[in-house]
């Protein structure tokens, strides 16, 4: 077999219902690319019966965590994430093959060790966790471990496999009948509690907070009486041409990075910024930024205080809209005004536990707001219509917070209702209405709302819709960040409306033509548009391989604008920093920018397929009745501005909100993208022409056997 470079050349595929593992060649995956490409080709290829299995907790349910070719690698930004992919828990209209994403050291330690990816199928007779030590692959009793929470596990395996001490900070690791060093500790992917419980609200969680969790994946763990993996390994990552990769990333840092030694007033966040903890709100004294591995970027942080490392991003704020209104009163939505160091305090606290206990956190922010209305109301508590014996009044303290996450965890108390899903949990109290009318922010697919309102910001709508999640995609949410945070801050954002949209739509190509700005234009007159249905696809298409599979991080790539150059323009397709450059150089392939966004089509094409057999049907892609019927009103963030021109063709930032979308306007957008990929406009299936075309024969076979094959357009 020829060796692949970039990558370690085995995949490990364990059998749970035969406690057994068994090495798939990665030759066999390699035109899948890594990632979500590896997790979408082995869900089709291990999965018994798609067209039946209804939900993620069923043993057939395949889950894979894969690496890419830049694991392990100084590839800015890409080295450390992974990709976990399986049939979800607690969606609905119905459950579908999906994804999630971490990061870390997990993927680069996996490869370390000589494995590009697990996949896990079946469901062990008693609680397991699979021990690799390189070559050696244990599947190991793990009673002692259920019931420990995430920070626990990771620490119990990590000293069970350091025990091997060969030196003074050395570790010896069987390696088959060599015998390898290292002084790093094992990378450990895990479950807590609401995992073990098979709460949909479950996560995965590797270090003290990288969190993969939309989707249940904590759950899927928990059913297959999976408690966690551990790697640690001793080998090196081939790469094809070491002197490429150093030259790209020096360039990277000259033409493109934040300098240091400056202090910028405005800076768009791009590839080689500066690194800063993102956290939203005041940091204790004393923290200083971490990375996963191989990262310039740093987005995570350490403190001081003893807890809240890298509890980053929304984890850090969940709590954070409970601890204000517990302190100063008003209710506990989340909102960014400007915070106090004992408010983060208390909400990196609870970021914290909801880690600990292996809890999803996006999810229940939402929640919280409507637990605090409905106790306010005197319909929850003790003895109440909902009863509950936590205490509300004290909600937005730590002590509420320790009681909440361990019901949750547990599904027990409130959690009970909550085990299966936020918005079937609040069906079944009878309250779907608020989920109707608004009152809970769970906009699509009973997933809450990542924050960016659809109504306003149509990308991250109508992308979620024709996919399987919350898209979670940032590449162009930026703006919202960089432009509304510019106006609170009284600062004149400095790029014209204009020359922002012309540098986004430059980088997406083949979808978009370069000057096609209106593909950026969010006015109301193009919210419906058919060049919005391209740039949406090229969204898709560009994040299954480039974000998904090669694993380019979402928080830096694409780089489309970058403030750190004078013209703007960013890394993303560029011939000699962009995205295809450190692919040929780890691979040593020859491929282009747009070579990476077709595997994309391909990858996102059998995704489809997979959703096809499993149910999906044009009439799942559509909001919650809130976002048809209410105009939008108000967000995290005072405004909403966005590039889009008014009705004599001027562009500007203009605000979004008070919009709403009508039913009949996202129908006409869906069948433009449903043509624009060659799908059947009436169910949104595949058709045979466009899968063959793919070298997907295979596939249209077995849609056709199932009866759903998408017609071909006459
Ligand atoms: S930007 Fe943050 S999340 Fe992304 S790879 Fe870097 S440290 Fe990790």
Redesign the pocket.
Known sequence: MTKLKGFAGKILHIDLNNLTHHVLPTQDYYEWGGGHGFGAKLFWDLSEDIEVVTDGRDPRNVITIAGSPFSGTNVP??G??CEVTNMSVGLIPRNRFTRSNF?GHFSSMMKHAGWDAVTVTGKAPYPVYIDVRNDHVMIRDASHLWGKDTHETQQIIQEDVASVEVASGWNGQLDGNSFGRTTQKASVLTIGPAGENQSALGCLIHGAGNAAGQGGNGAVFGSKNLKAISFIGTGAVDIADPEALIKARFKTRDFYAADIDKSAEFAFPSLGGKPEAITFSTMPTGHRVS??HG?V????QRNAIGYGNEVTCQTSVWYLGAVRSYKFGGNAKLSLAKTGVELTEDSLYAGDLANKLGINTYPIMGLIPWLQKMHAKGELGSGKEIHSELPYERLGTREFADQFCQAIATGTDIGAYFINGIVPGIQQLGHSADVDNGTLHYPYYGMPEHGYDPRAELEWGYATLMTDRDMNDHGLNWIYWTVNLAKLEGIDFPIPAEVLASRFVEKMAPYVQADEVSAMDYASHNMYSEVLARQVQWINHYGRFWKNSALM????WPDCVNTHREDLRGATGNDEVGEHVWWNAVTGEGISYVDGIERGRRIFNLDNAIWALQGRHRDDAKFADYIYDHKMTHNKLPTYLWPATNGAGQWDYREMMGRQHSREGVEEWKSHYYRAEGWDTATGWPTRSLLEGMNMKDVADRLEQAGKLGNEEV
């Open positions: 930004s890409a450390g994430r990061g990375s996963c990262c970027n740093g987005c995570k991080c979402d928080f830096r």
